[in-house]
């Protein structure tokens, strides 16, 4: 039998899975506040402790599991949860100045990259 957690609780604790937006380092030891509530979708204010960049989060946890969460702390998870890497100032430069030159449709800049179309 578990002690009782709160869902905040939880997202913190598992907060270390995560790396900044911002930053890229680890979200452990972030501040967690949600803003509100509805059935299983949760919007939370979440501060990296290390940058103190602030930034909003939409998490949807399946049916039933959000009071499994509140009445026990579950397992540890074997294998921290892949994050991607954060969009870097080089990405996002180039992708102004491709887009600064392009001509055309956003149906054609879509499909411009898709080169498994014949």
Not at 61 to 67: Q, S
Not at 76 to 105: C, M, R
Request: hydrophobic share 40%; net charge negative.
């Amino acid at each position: 039998m578990g002690a009782v957690v709160s869902i905040t609780d939880f997202i913190r604790d598992r907060a270390r899975f995560y790396n900044c937006p911002v930053c890229g380092r680890s979200l452990k030891g972030c501040e967690v506040q949600v803003l509100s509530h509805e059935d299983e979708r949760f919007h939370l204010q979440v501060t990296c402790a290390q940058c103190q960049v602030t930034f909003i989060v939409v998490l949807a946890i399946a049916g039933g599991a959000v009071d499994e969460i509140e009445t026990s702390i579950p397992e540890p998870a074997e294998e921290p949860v892949a994050v991607a890497e954060p969009i870097s100032v080089d990405e996002i430069l180039d992708l102004h100045l491709y887009l600064k030159t392009f001509q055309g449709t956003l149906t054609e800049l879509i499909h411009q990259h898709d080169h498994s179309r014949g």
